[in-house]
């Protein structure tokens, strides 16, 4: 019987377990004496480094850069799309080299998981569905557009790309409500790229970024932004009975004490929550999902009630700041996992304890291109490291984590 490995999320986490499967497979196929199917789940046709889409929004040919498709480092099987074009661009050519794998992408979004079949449009309309032995749950976070693009292909996401930075071209003043990093590097790029323009960054609290970082990091972040000439609201909420919360609204926004913020472009970065939606109730019930929406795994990654699943990246409980190198760090461990469970091999443990993880480590592209970098409570600004891997916002990196070329 072939076992049937289900990953639901192309992305950091997604590509991590994918191409760790791969490898150990390949790796081993001399002693395997079964075959394994893999199938994605992921309505992009490519990689799209997140990390990136502040600057890719300013930037056509940046953007340009972020967005690895598929057919550029991954061949399948089988391909499920409403394009021919993909299909013929991501079949393999002859009969899989690996006779132990069979790679079948489906390009689709998830609509129900059970616990051992998933649920799955093509269209947003019609659904069909397959069993699994295995799943990862690698479906990450939903933020708001623009840096959630809904674009699925190479083309459409650039054109979201585009049309923000025309109505940024379009405004003289811009505001950004919501001081995370994602918040924060947005007002830097445009602030950079535009200088010209007004710039505001409205947060409700005292400080920012709101992670569990240190004193000394907060107060750089506002310094950098400070001394870029973005306007910085502190302490500041925007009244939503007043103020449209659609992204690209050209209104002045109305704050809850009263005021006026003048404003041309309004993007709101301020909210996200886990993609969790497609589990089945059963699901729901069994798994231990926590007040913030993450969901609970022991320390193999499964989670509770289900050790055939298993969840990575954005949506697990983690004691420290989310970012893709855990995504890659978590997908990486899931992958192993599923293969030594495949095997009846020993799980393995993460290589760092989750209860150990030192929660105080983000970098941040501040004011002026600045790179703002904490590990440990040491706190670098511009470290040559980091300025190197920030050119391309670390998506050479990424590359290495998902079996893609670096060029």
């Known amino acids: 019987m072939t076992p049937k490995v289900v990953i ?19 790796k081993n196929s001399g002693a395997i004496a079964k075959s394994i199917s893999i199938t994605l789940i992921e309505p992009k046709s490519g990689f799209l480094n997140i990390l990136g889409l502040p ?38 050519n002859t009969n899989s080299d690996n006779n132990n794998l069979m790679l079948n992408y489906i390009q689709g979004k998830v609509t129900k998981l059970t ?8 269209n947003d309309t019609d659904e069909s569905s ?18 959630n693009p809904k674009g699925i292909t190479f083309e459409s996401y650039l054109n979201e790309m585009e ?17 995370g990093a994602v918040g924060i590097e947005l007002a ?18 005292g400080t920012l970024p ?13 310094q950098s932004l400070k001394q870029a000439n973005i306007n910085v609201f502190l302490n500041t909420r925007i009244d939503t009975s007043k103020t449209s919360l659609n992204n690209g609204e050209t209104s002045n926004l109305k704050t809850t004490d009263g005021k006026t913020i003048e404003s041309n472009l309004n993007i709101w970065a301020t909210s996200f929550k886990n993609n969790l939606d497609y589990l089945s109730l059963d699901l729901q019930r069994s798994i231990h999902i926590t007040a913030n929406h993450n969901i609970k795994t022991n320390d193999y990654l499964q989670v509770s009630n289900m050790s055939n699943i298993y969840a990575v990246g954005d949506l697990i409980e983690l004691s420290t700041i989310k970012s893709a190198g855990w995504a890659f760090h978590t997908g990486i461990q899931a992958g192993t996992n599923v293969y030594n469970s495949i095997f009846d091999k020993p799980l393995q443990l993460s290589r760092i304890s989750f209860k150990q993880i030192d929660s105080h480590k983000l970098t ?22 980091m300025v190197q891997e920030y050119q391309d916002y670390r998506l050479g990196t990424c590359k290495k984590f998902i079996g893609a070329t670096v060029n």
Not at 8 to 26: E, F, P, Q, R
Not at 115 to 122: N, P
Not at 188 to 205: F, G, Q, R, S, T
């Open 130 to 147: 397959i069993d699994y032995d295995y799943a990862i749950l690698a479906t990450g976070r939903n933020r708001n557009w623009p840096v």
């Open 55 to 92: 600057k890719s929004i300013v930037n056509k040919e940046f953007a340009s850069q972020q967005y690895v498709p598929f057919c550029n480092f991954l061949k399948f099987d089988n391909v499920v799309s409403n394009s021919n074009d993909l299909k013929v661009q991501l079949k393999k």
């Open 8 to 26: 639901i999320g192309g992305s950091y986490a997604g590509l991590a377990a994918l191409n760790t499967l791969k490898s150990l497979i390949t």
């Open 210 to 222: 709101p992670e569990p970082i240190s004193d000394a990091f907060k107060n750089k972040t506002l």
């Open 188 to 205: 830097a790029e445009i602030k950079l790229h535009y200088p010209n323009k007004v710039v505001n960054l409205i947060h409700p609290h």
């Open 364 to 385: 941040i592209v501040g004011g002026e291109g600045s790179i703002i970098h904490e590990v440990k409570g040491n706190l670098e600004i511009n470290p040559e490291s």
């Open 115 to 122: 616990s051992s079949r998933v649920t799955y449009t093509t």
């Open 163 to 179: 049309i923000t930075n025309k109505k940024i071209q379009k405004s003289s003043i811009i505001s950004i409500i919501g001081g």
